[in-house]
């Protein structure tokens, strides 16, 4: 087995601070990993700004096991303390310095390793600008996948495309020219910077620069986002059709009223809005969001719910991912949107990973809340299909007097402990969001409809470019993606 070694660079702050550093919202560790040649070490000392790790002017790797460098980088007027770890080629053959199975096997444990103890940030993925087209990128996926297998969605993958010194126009082309290929092959990022790592050519120091500052706001990103998702609120997503009570119960779990109770509210599936609720020393983001309606989803709904579904999937990827569902279904109002519903977000958009509770209101005439359930039961498992991890029956009308009022204290009780239960640090989830997500969730939609819908894909692609913001290649292959499905 290959040894780590570990070196301190002269930036750093001291002789004993590879020892001390630890992640944190001031420092983190950065793992760079890709094939023979691809420029992880050379992509060190651009960090670094000093040529603390050996380099090979040729496609043999020189970096024969994991090697640890430790500096400090100024972002934004603040010290982040970086320890990156240079690891070996993944495709060097069986007569490399490390084959091709053996590296795999490194990473793989080093990965797990480094998860276990909790001192990984970031993964960088770097790859030389040659890699490129349909058939360069699909090249890319084998490593992609060992990673992306091993972390999950707990950790951020990022791209770093090297070699890009030479090219014409702006270094950033690349990215426009392969975005398309790198979505087709279901890779799916948390940020990229296109760059160069040489240093012997002055003509290139501007390059040089500009490559050194991408990087370095690439890594502070995307740190800052892991550590917001690890650290950040826990996220919730409550859905249900229009006059279910969903706004009140967002209100009962706050304990005040922050969320609007009319009917106001837009009733186009999948619309959302987001509410930040602190209860017991925890912070949670309730998503409160509708969801399929009678009568049938007609086109114009169906476009309307393919930007909101991108939307709230966006910056379910931004927040880290869904902690918890919540059902909530108006008890004595079932509908056959409910099984629709029930898979559409538990089936889906988590992939059955996430924990999903049925909420039921407007049970405060009820003898005893809980009876209601006792009837039904056997309703939602038999003939619905559903089954959940929990359920609440309660009331959410919050101005009713005497024993309703006490109903209503019992209730917010009731959800407060189901959610806090339910979101705790060791229930953990699996998320995989961006395109790969939106794609499979648009065409699942489709399924759920009675009736086959004669969807255009210039209407897709139209929406996607003037309501979510997609270039238009990206518009296109997606809303072809959706059709194909």
Not at 96 to 102: K, Q, R, S, T, Y
Not at 218 to 229: A, D, F, M, P, S
Not at 252 to 280: P, V
Request: glycine fraction near 8%; hydrophobic fraction near 35%; include cysteine.
């Amino acid at each position: 087995m290959m040894q780590s070694e570990s070196f301190t660079g002269a930036a750093s702050a001291g002789p004993n601070y590879a020892e001390d550093i630890s992640c944190g919202t001031d420092s983190c560790s950065v793992v760079i990993f890709g094939e023979t040649g691809a420029g992880k070490s050379s992509l060190v000392n651009l960090i670094a700004r000093t040529e603390a790790a050996p380099t090979s002017p040729d496609a043999m790797g020189c970096t024969d096991g994991t090697k640890e460098y430790v500096h400090d980088i100024s972002i934004q007027d603040k010290i982040l303390k970086l320890k990156l770890l240079d690891t070996a080629g993944l495709n060097e053959g069986s007569e490399g310095a490390v084959p091709a199975e053996e590296a795999r096997k490194i990473l793989r444990k080093l990965l797990q390793k480094r998860i276990e103890q909790d001192d990984i940030n970031l993964l960088v993925y770097c790859v030389q600008g040659t890699k490129q087209g349909r058939h360069g990128i699909k090249a890319l996926c084998r490593n992609y996948e060992i990673c992306k297998s091993e972390v999950q969605g707990r950790i951020p993958i990022v791209l770093v495309v090297t070699g890009l010194e030479n090219m014409k126009v702006e270094m950033e082309e690349w990215w426009k020219n392969n975005e398309q290929f790198i979505s087709e092959y279901s890779m799916t990022f948390a940020g990229h910077a296109c760059i160069t790592t040489l240093t012997d050519d002055a003509g290139l120091k501007e390059r040089h620069d500009q490559s050194y500052h991408a990087v370095c706001k690439l890594i502070e990103e995307c740190r800052t986002r892991n550590v917001h998702k690890k650290y950040g609120p826990k996220k919730i997503v409550l859905f249900g059709e229009a006059g279910a009570g969903k706004s009140s119960v967002v209100n009962l779990i706050a304990g005040k009223e922050i969320a609007a109770t009319s009917n106001d509210m837009q009733r186009c599936t999948l619309h959302w809005k987001d509410h930040a609720i602190d209860f017991g020393g925890e912070s949670y983001t309730v998503f409160d969001t509708v969801g399929l309606e009678e009568p049938q989803l007609g086109i114009k709904g169906y476009l309307e719910s393919v930007e909101n579904a991108y939307r709230l999937i966006k910056e379910l990827d931004q927040q880290g991912g869904v902690d918890l569902l919540l059902f909530c279904i108006r008890a004595g109002r079932l509908s056959s949107a409910i099984q629709s519903n029930y898979r559409l977000f538990h089936e889906f958009l988590c992939e059955k990973k996430v924990p999903i509770v049925l909420v039921f209101t407007h049970l405060e005439r009820e003898r005893r809340m809980e009876d209601w359930w006792e009837r039904q039961q056997s309703t939602f498992e038999k003939i619905y299909g559903i089954r959940v991890t929990d359920h609440a029956c309660i009331t959410a009308a919050n101005r009713l007097d005497g024993r309703h009022k006490l109903l209503y204290e019992e209730s917010r009780g009731a959800v407060r402990n189901l959610v806090k239960k339910l979101t705790a640090d060791e229930q953990k989830s699996s998320w995989t969001g961006g395109n790969k997500r939106f794609v499979s969730f648009m065409r699942k939609l489709k399924e759920l409809l009675p009736e086959p819908l004669d969807l255009k894909k210039k209407d897709i692609v139209s929406r996607l470019i003037q309501r979510c913001s997609l270039s238009p290649d990206v518009a296109k292959q997606l809303a072809e993606m959706i059709k194909q499905g």
